[in-house]
Each structure stands twice: as C-alpha cells, then as structure tokens.
C-alpha cells in the first residue's frame, strides 16, 4: 500500500504558471550548477530519533532512529512494507510523526510542514511520482518552488512590487531551463508531464525536488520502472550532485543500485532499524538475511 497521495495544488499556483511566457533560457552559467555548490557543514545534516507513526491499529514506523553523514549516499532499504515511505512522510512533514524528533542540520523539524521545511533545504521525491498530467513539464518545475509563486501571486496584486515579481519569475524561468538542461529532459519542456514514459516522469519527479535548490534530497524508489540508460542518467546526476555537496538518502530495492552506489546502507524492517553499515557488512549480516527470507542480497 502506498501512502504518496499527491498534495492538493493551490489553483492561484497552477494560474500564475500556466499564464507565464514561455521564454527560452539563456545558455550561460548554470543557475542549478550554482546552486549546487554547496558547502556540507560537518555535522550529519539529518538525525532521526526514536520516530513512531501509527495509522490506527497499524505500527508503520517503530521507533525509529538513525543519521545520515554530510555529503553521502546513503541507502534506505528494506523489505515491502518495512516503513521507508512512510520514514520519508514524516521527516518532511507529509505526516506528523507519532512520536520522536526529526533534526535537520541540528534544527529540530518535527511536525513543519512539508513546504517550511524544503525551504530548508530537504526536499523528497515520491515513489509514485506527482507530476500535474495537464501541464507541461516546464509549468510542473515552475509550480516546484512550493510558496514561492503563492507569495508572488499576492505580491502580484499588490502595487509597487509588480517589479520584484516579475524579477523573480524570470530567475525561476531560467533556473527551471537550467534544471530540465540539467537532466537532459530540456527538449521536454513544452510536452503535457501526462504524455511522458515512466522514466521520464522520474527524471521530472528529481527536477522538480532540485528546484527548491535542496542540501539534502530524499529519493524514494527515483530508479523503479526507469530502463537501464535512464538509470544510468539518474545515478550519474545523482553523483554529479553529491559531488557538488548534495546529501542524499536514497530508497531502492535493487540491490546491485544500493551496493554499487552508497557507502552506507540503513536497513529497516517492521519500522525499525535493523542494521546499518557498509554493504558488505549488510549483505552479510545473519539479521538482514533472514529479513529478507532469503531473497538474494
Ligand atoms: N496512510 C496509511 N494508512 C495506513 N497504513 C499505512 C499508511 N501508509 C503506510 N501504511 C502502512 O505502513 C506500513 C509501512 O508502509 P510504507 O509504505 O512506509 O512501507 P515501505 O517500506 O515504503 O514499503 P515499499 O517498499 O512497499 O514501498 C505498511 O504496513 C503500510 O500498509
Ligand atoms: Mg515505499
């Protein structure tokens, strides 16, 4: 069962990126290569601890508790139903966390909404992606900076900063070119998301978490349904990105993805952490072998 039903969007959002021109971008410095560079701080960007989420009688995450170092990969694994999905709700604020403390670079986060907390700077993306079908690529990654337009929009109608707005949308016109150049999905833009492969959807689903300019990116199963040369493309920008200072935890059920991409692998079982470590160390550990009742590690 899935718990990624997609937000409402706010209709003033969704018209004041279906009314913008649609200009092309500028090919000079990479606003999201600028964006990237960002410096880790040291500590471990995310802590989780002692995180509970109950539905009614069900124990989705169970006490759960774990870091992730600045500027890694890190795997999330664990078998169908283990809680990961739902660990990602409640760390940025799709579900207020039974119990327990979400920090983020040392802040503790718990029970901010999902917006507050992309500004931020942790974003997710969703196992099923949530692009808006009617529009068009580039309107979904216009529509990305949650809060963002919804202030423009009433700045808009307030006299005197008609100018600020208009600045503004053209940084976020660029820097969503930038971002669609970025993911090589640029000759995309003006297709309907709706008419785009499941690959293609994926790729969108990460620019569109790249557009709130993240340190920390939570990757929720970003590689399922994607063919190998799209695969490849996403874990390629995947390390372009950590290399430039991103942190990410990645959610994956293909183990040779998790094995030959993240130093640090966490592994959940029944809501809990069951194990963490290297990926020799999981794939070998009696614990998560029998988590996983014998499917090949
Ligand atoms: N909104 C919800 N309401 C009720 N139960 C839920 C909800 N979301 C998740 N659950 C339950 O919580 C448990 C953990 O689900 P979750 O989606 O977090 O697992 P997962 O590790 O992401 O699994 P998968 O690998 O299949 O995506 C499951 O038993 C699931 O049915
Ligand atoms: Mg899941």
Avoid at 269 to 289: F, K, M, P, Y
Wanted: hydrophobic share 40%; net charge negative.
């Amino acid at each position: 069962m899935s718990s990624d039903a997609p937000d409402a969007v706010d209709s003033a959002d969704v018209a004041a990126a279906a009314d913008a021109p649609e200009d092309e971008p500028e090919a000079n410095d990479s606003a999201v290569e600028e964006a990237a560079k960002h410096v880790p701080s040291g500590g471990p960007p995310l802590r989780v601890e002692g995180l509970v989420k109950r539905f009614g009688g069900v124990t989705a995450v169970d006490d759960a508790s774990f870091e992730v170092e600045s500027g890694s990969l890190t795997g999330l694994i664990g078998p169908n139903g283990a809680g990961k999905s739902t660990t990602f709700n409640c760390i940025t604020g799709v579900h207020e966390p039974t119990a327990g403390t979400v920090y983020f670079e040392g802040e503790d986060i718990t029970g901010l909404k999902p917006h507050q907390i992309a500004r931020k700077g942790l974003v997710r993306t969703f196992q099923i992606a949530r692009e808006l079908s009617e529009m068009t690529v580039l309107e979904n990654l216009m529509l990305a900076p949650q809060g963002q337009l919804g202030e423009s929009a009433i700045r808009a109608v307030t006299p005197g900063l008609r100018g600020a707005v208009v600045e503004e949308e053209t940084a976020l016109r660029e820097r969503a070119w930038e971002t669609l150049e970025f993911f090589e999905i640029d000759h995309l833009a003006h297709e309907h998301a709706g008419n785009l492969s499941g690959g293609q959807r994926k790729l969108l689903e990460m620019a569109r978490a790249l557009m709130t300019d993240p340190e920390m990116v939570l990757l929720d199963e970003p590689l399922a349904g994607v063919n190998p040369t799209l695969e490849e493309k996403l874990l390629d920008r995947i390390h372009d990105l950590r290399a430039d200072g991103y942190t990410f935890l990645l959610v994956e059920h293909d183990m040779d993805v998790i094995m030959n991409n993240c130093e640090r692998v966490i592994v959940m079982h029944q809501g809990s952490v069951l194990a963490e470590g290297t990926g020799d160390e999981i794939r070998n550990d009696e614990r998560v072998i029998e988590a996983y009742l014998g499917e090949d590690l």
